[in-house]
């Protein structure tokens, strides 16, 4: 099964500008593997912010944007807020091989 | 707005069997893509296995840890999406999720495998 790697700690100033990314072990990512982000916060299911590499849902927020990157799927947060203090979840779909999470990203804005 | 509910979640011991249910409200599943995500106690979240719709012929995929113990399925007529989970391990332990299409997510039962 394939390995999905994401940062696992990240931090951002209030204001500023950070970009996670999410790298398969098989090689680039691509739009093939329909890229999906969430977001989770303690005690809290998920949420989906983008999926397809760079579609929104209704409620995800301007600030975050989706794009491929490098051979990598990346979630681009602008602006940051103290509310987006959260883990995140990349998801890469495998042609006949299911789906991968990556391992996570705590990000904290500081 | 799409609600999911599951239920069925509990303790269990080693090598027994559980069914968890996720029922939907004001959405139909057999429309939709459907998975189990499952997240172990303080860890991060892995997939287990997706329905597709009814158009795409509703086939099954697991993941390998699962594969040959657990079974999803879907029962159109009720609007619920099952997972049948057999020969539990500890390491089954998690609040599971239920989602649609990735897009919309329950909001877990908890298994506890232990003897």
């Known amino acids: 099964q394939a390995v999905v790697t994401q940062e696992p700690s990240l931090t951002v100033s209030p204001g500023g500008t950070v970009t996670l990314t999410c790298g398969s072990s098989?090689?680039?990512?691509?739009?093939?593997?329909?890229p999906y982000w969430f977001q989770q916060k303690p005690g809290q299911a998920p949420r989906t912010l983008i999926y397809?590499?760079?579609n929104k849902n209704s409620w995800t927020p301007v600030r975050f944007s989706g794009s491929l990157l490098g051979g990598k799927a990346a979630l681009t947060l602008s602006a940051a807020q103290p509310e987006d203090e959260a883990e995140y979840y990349c998801l890469l779909l495998y042609s006949g091989a299911g789906e991968v999470f990556g391992g996570g990203t705590k990000l904290t804005v500081l | 707005e799409v609600q999911l509910v599951e239920s069925g979640g509990g303790l269990v011991k080693p090598g027994g069997s559980l069914r968890l249910s996720c029922g939907a409200s004001r959405f139909s599943l057999s429309d939709s893509w459907m998975s189990w995500v499952r997240q172990a106690p303080g860890k991060g979240l892995e997939w287990v296995a997706r329905i597709t719709s009814k158009a795409h012929g509703g086939t099954t995929e697991y993941a390998p840890p699962v594969k040959g113990r657990f079974t999803i399925s879907r029962d159109d007529s009720k609007n619920t999406l099952y997972l049948q989970m057999n020969s539990l391990k500890t390491e089954d332990t998690a609040v599971y999720y239920c989602?649609?299409?990735?897009?919309?997510w329950g909001q877990g039962t908890l298994v506890t495998v232990s003897s």
């Open positions: 989602t649609t299409d990735h897009k919309y």
């Open positions: 098989t090689g680039a990512v691509t739009s093939g593997h329909y």
């Open positions: 397809d590499t760079s």
